[in-house]
């Protein structure tokens, strides 16, 4: 895991606001952040934030203009800010990202590249989102992925269950909290 990055994605107060499903998603990631950081793996938050104004938004990206409509995302909005039961701690990295993917529009590669990061592991909301856009641009980038299927969330349960279930898993290693908990369990 010395090579190993957890990122924790898009986990922000309004996004939980309106996914949480009350499945215990929110302590079941915690339990995994306490965990990466027992094993000595780095913890990446990963937030969307758009600029007031919001200058770097197009009106042909329509997810885009949507996302701004609904006010969502905006630097300094206190909806934009991640939520308390996730925050990071000292020596966790927050990337500020300017699209679905972790990559876009953020210093997210330049981290990894100085700290040696050749795999990633993928906690967030929404899998049909912020997780299918980084997994795909962590594959052109040859780097190595798990998914932690019950640290993810979807508004659209069925969504969530064919991308962890039938797509993911051609691309990457998808497991439980528990499962990844135990296999980076020191010895």
């Not at 027992?38 to 919001?54: E, K, N, S």
């Not at 856009?133 to 269950?161: F, K, Q, Y």
Request: charged fraction near 25%.
């Amino acid at each position: 895991m010395a090579n190993s990055a957890l990122l924790v994605m898009d986990v922000q107060r309004d996004v939980v606001a309106l996914a949480d499903d009350g499945s215990g998603y929110l302590p079941r990631l915690r339990g995994a952040i306490d965990g990466a950081r027992a094993a000595g793996v780095p913890v990446i938050c990963v937030v969307m934030g758009l600029r007031p104004g919001d200058p770097e938004v197009s009106p042909r990206s329509k997810v885009m203009a949507d996302i701004v409509r609904a006010g969502l995302f905006t630097e300094g909005a206190p909806g934009t800010e991640i939520h308390d039961e996730v925050a990071p701690q000292q020596g966790d990295v927050v990337v500020i990202k300017r699209r679905g993917s972790a990559f876009s529009g953020s210093d997210l590669d330049l981290v990894l590249r100085a700290r040696d990061i050749d795999s990633l592991v993928l906690a967030a909301i929404a899998t049909s989102a912020v997780v299918l856009s980084t997994l795909w641009h962590a594959v052109d980038l040859d780097l190595g992925l798990t998914v932690l299927a019950d640290a993810c969330l979807d508004t659209d349960p069925e969504v969530h269950r064919m991308l962890t279930e039938r797509l993911f898993p051609q691309w990457a290693d998808v497991v439980t909290v528990e499962d990844w908990l135990k296999a980076i369990a020191p010895q």
